[in-house]
Structure formats: structure tokens, C-alpha cells
């Protein structure tokens, strides 16, 4: 009775940067939150490229290796590659416009929609400074935490997921 | 106490369709319900070609795009290629030949085992509006479901399980 | 209240043999463990390189096809490659590098404080058969189980991830 009492959560690690993956993580994490369960979803590694504004930040201070990294990954959610099949962009612009055609949410549209129901986005501090990311470089209203952040909902939360 | 009335669930979303991984979420689904766990398969995205009978039906329609993907997908669960090392085929079907050698299970006997111990299979409808597959052209007794169907199911699971 | 009493637990599948991916599963591993949940992490297909300790046995047997399969994958975690970017093994130098200039642990580091906090280790017994890798060839402490041993863990496991 105990557990009908307190709010039900739902925790979703988005490791993959792949724009089929994180659309996955997007449907779950709001429905999950339409249905009533506190939602948070924590980004990390390849992940956080689907939290990316766009052009980075001049201030964001970056060693070569990490300016390669910044050259070689999508700039921002709406640049994400597929998984499989993505034939240098080709099969994530068909993606794209099948579901358009089909009145489905874009990615930008679930992230806006998430943002509606509250879902907390949680960037991976350690990844952020392992790949020369900074606060300013992300979608407004994103928070920044660490593993203890993620383990202390994961702990008790009914349903935890890790989408690589 | 309440909680050891209930039965206990298990839920797993298979959105892979490598031949590695969809066998991995098997084996979990088969050991789950085979220990009392009442099991549900979610697929969605690229597992639903695990789901695929084979020839495709004449009478489903698909846009252009949606049949250009048909043909560069697997047509059925015992076409899946390797995650990793899968050179053209080649790994997939040494890793097979390697299996039946040691007495294991293939995929298509595993697939036979869940529906013998009354694991659900539901087949996530927006994938199969999106990549243009329709009900008939799955294999029997699969059910299709939305997004709301599986996070009702996973939100009173012991354990959820994200296959990607 | 029952559950308030019972330790916490958690458990991680490490499917994935990448740098990256693996990584991520000890670093949530070792934040379960230091914030006092019994944390198992379970070793199966790919995801078996990172136990490994180095050069194989001559005394395992193991047919034509699985000796070139163990050629063919990394002999141990300091050897696995990215899951992205790898290019031939410079990405993950790279990365290393990084993480090094961070002051963050490495893959070596974070097995070793595994150890250190107690989490379990297990490796499944069939993708041992499978792949042709024998217990001598694992690093010290690390358990033999099965599907069964991990279903066990998982069904009274408050956070259950699946790394794919």
C-alpha cells in the first residue's frame, strides 16, 4: 500500500546518439510521464549530442582532441544519424518524411513535448567533460548531474531502462 | 506482502533486429516466464523483423520509400545478421552451426518456446505504420500494441529490460 | 515496509563488448555498490572480452571456428575498441587520453573497484560454450552462471539495465 501511495517513477539512460534510439527514448519517456510516472531521463556519451542546441559555444574551452570529437558529431537533435541503414543521412531524411506523412512527432517536437510534461533531462557531468561540452551549449532548462543523481532516482523508480 | 500476491512481471523491449541480441531477449523472456514470471516482448523499430513470417503480403500497402526498406530488411526471424562480425552472413551462420553443435537452441525454436510458456508478443503499432509492415505478414498469436499498452504493462514489472 | 528492510539490489547484462558501453556499466555499477545496493553484473556474448585476462589457454579446447572467433575479438577490457569513432583503434586512444588529462579511471581502474565494493561478477556459461572461452582465461573472482542465476537476481532487484 505503501508503494500506491508514493509517486511512481520511470528513469531513462540515453547513452546512444542515434536518432532512431533516442526517438525510442522520447515515446517511452512520455508516455511514461502522461501516465502518471515521474519521468527522468539521463544523457550521456553519445546521448547528449540529441541535447545540443546547435552551433557551439566560442567560450567552451576545448583541447584538440576534444574540437575533433566536437567536428565529428551531430550538432544538435535534428542532425542525428540512424543506427542502421542511414546511407550517409539518406535513410534518416526518409525516416523523417515517412513520419511526417504519417502525422508522427518529429524528435524536436518529443523533446518539446517532454519538456511539456515535466520530464527532468539530466546531461552526464563526466561526459560533458570528457567530450568538451559545456552548460551553455545545451537545450535550455537541462540540468547537469552525475551517476549518484541517476542511481538515487533509478533506486526507486518502477521502471529504469538504458538505451545504448 | 501485498507485493508477493501479485504476480510477478517481466517486460522487455526488443528494438534490435541483430540475430545476437533478439536471441539474448529470448533467452531472458523464456527464463523469466519458465520461473513464474508473467513475460512480455515489446517489439518495435528494427526487432519487428523477428516478428516477420516471410514473403511479404500483396495486399499490404506501402508507400515507395517503405518498400524500398522492406527489401533491405530481414524477412524473417532466421534472416538477422550479426550485431558484430556478421561478414555478409558469414558469422551468423557460423555462430548458428557453432549452437547447434553444442545442443543450444536456435531462434525459431526459441520463439516456439516463449509462445509454449505464454510469453505475450506485442508488436509496437507506430513502428509497423512508420515501416509500412501490416498484421499479417507476423507470425500468429502476436499482438499489436502502443506505446500506453507497454508502459502499462512495465510500470508493475519486477523487471524491464531495453534490447537496443 | 518488508521491502524497506530487505537490501536494495541491482543488477547490469553486459552484452556489449565496447570500450564505451562497458565503461558505462561499471560506472553505474560501482555508484550502486558505493550507495549500498547488491550489485551483479552479468557477462554475456560480446560483453565476455572485458573479463577476459589476457592470453588465452592452450589447455581450452575449442573448434576451428572458434578459434578464429577469438582472433577476431579483443583479448582483454584494455583492448576493447569504440563503439563509434574507433577508427582502427585511434578514437579509443584518444578517449583514454582524455579520461587520463580528467584525472577519470579507466576500464582497469573501475574493474578493479568493482571488486573492491563487491560487486558480483558473473559470466554466462552458455556464451562461454558458444565462443569457446574458458573459466581459466577470466580474470580472478569472477563466477560462472546462467540465465537462471540472473533472472534469480533480477526478479528481487530494484534497478535492472540490460547494456546492448
Do not use: H
Not at 576545448?62 to 543521412?89: I, V
Amino acid at each position: 500500500m505503501a508503494e500506491e501511495d508514493s509517486p511512481r517513477k520511470a528513469t531513462i539512460v540515453v547513452f546512444s546518439g542515434s536518432l532512431d534510439k533516442v526517438m525510442g527514448a522520447f515515446i517511452i519517456a512520455t508516455t511514461c510521464a502522461a501516465m502518471g510516472l515521474q519521468t527522468t531521463m539521463f544523457f550521456t556519451f553519445w546521448g547528449l549530442s540529441a541535447l545540443k542546441k546547435g552551433p557551439s559555444s566560442a567560450t567552451c574551452k576545448r583541447n584538440w582532441m576534444q574540437k575533433m570529437l566536437g567536428m565529428m558529431l551531430p550538432k544538435k537533435a535534428a542532425d542525428l544519424p540512424l543506427s542502421q541503414l542511414n546511407m550517409a543521412g539518406m535513410g534518416s531524411k526518409m525516416l523523417k518524411q515517412i513520419m511526417a506523412q504519417k502525422k508522427m512527432a518529429s524528435l524536436p517536437e518529443l523533446i518539446e513535448m517532454a519538456r511539456d510534461l515535466d520530464v527532468r533531462m539530466i546531461a552526464c557531468q563526466m561526459s560533458m567533460d570528457a567530450m568538451g561540452i559545456c552548460k551553455e551549449e545545451l537545450l535550455d532548462g537541462v540540468e547537469v548531474g552525475g551517476a549518484a543523481t541517476y542511481v538515487g532516482e533509478a533506486k526507486d523508480a518502477q521502471i529504469n531502462l538504458f538505451i545504448s
